[in-house]
């Protein structure tokens, strides 16, 4: 049972455009979620995240919004660049003791930002 | 520059086989963690590691195992009792506070 879902696998944007990638959970204990960016044949690398008393966060060209009623987040990228092109993972942390340092990864959404 | 460093890149294994994977990172972090990623799939857990000489079972265990001597290694033993090895292996390091984990550049076993 998936607990963190990206159900776009792929996207596709012009440059100079705005990028929206979308994720949804379904552990209400989760209070900490993550956005990776991954090129091929590389590790993944920290992005952006958001604590769940938070509601929007940014960071440059980046913005990371949170709706926990819905258990919806975003992550909205403005303008988007060619450089952007990648596959973005989505990752949730929560719950106490040993659990709360593990992440759960949805599957990725390939961004593509055609030039 | 700090970092994770994982070894080898690409890594060749013949059935029946044990396979250790390194991971070594310099950034002082106290907890390591081991996933699994397939081909259009997200990050899997294998085992993590909060502090030297402790480690703990991720959601995918079985077939792997882990040791954690120093605080800057975190060698991943692939068994022969893994039946399906063949993927891109992951290593990753936090601060105990569990801040945001950092990545290496990954290993990509594949069975001969």
């Known amino acids: 049972d998936q607990q963190v879902k990206q159900n776009s696998p792929s996207l596709s944007v012009q440059e100079g455009r705005i990028s929206i990638l979308n994720c949804d959970y379904t552990?209400?204990?989760?209070?900490?979620f993550l956005w990776y960016k991954k090129y091929p044949a590389e590790g993944p690398t920290f992005l952006i995240s958001?604590?769940?008393?938070?509601d929007k966060n940014e960071d440059g060209r980046f913005t990371v919004f949170l709706n926990k009623s819905a258990k919806h987040l975003s992550l909205h990228i403005v303008p988007s660049q060619p450089g952007d092109s990648a596959v973005y993972f989505c990752?949730?942390?929560?719950?106490?003791?040993?659990?709360?340092?593990?992440?759960?990864f949805g599957k990725g959404t390939k961004l593509s930002v055609i030039p | 520059d700090g970092g994770i460093t994982q070894s080898p890149k690409y890594l060749f294994r013949k059935e029946g086989q044990n396979v250790t994977l390194s991971c070594e990172q310099n950034?002082?972090?106290?907890?390591m963690y081991w996933y699994r990623q397939d081909p259009g799939q997200g990050l899997r857990l294998i085992y993590y590691?909060?502090?030297?000489?402790?480690?703990q079972k991720g959601d995918i265990a079985e077939g792997y195992s882990v040791s954690r001597e120093k605080k800057e290694s975190f060698p991943l033993t692939v068994t022969s009792a893994q039946k399906n090895p063949t993927a891109f292996y992951l290593c990753?390091?936090?601060?105990?506070?569990?801040?945001?984990?950092?990545f290496g550049d990954g290993t990509r076993l594949s069975i001969l």
């Open positions: 990753a390091s936090s601060i105990f506070t569990g801040e945001p984990q950092h």
């Open positions: 552990n209400s204990m989760f209070d900490y």
């Open positions: 958001i604590s769940s008393i938070k």
């Open positions: 990752a949730a942390r929560g719950g106490v003791g040993a659990g709360s340092y593990q992440l759960t």
């Open positions: 950034l002082n972090h106290d907890a």
């Open positions: 590691s909060q502090i030297v000489n402790d480690f």
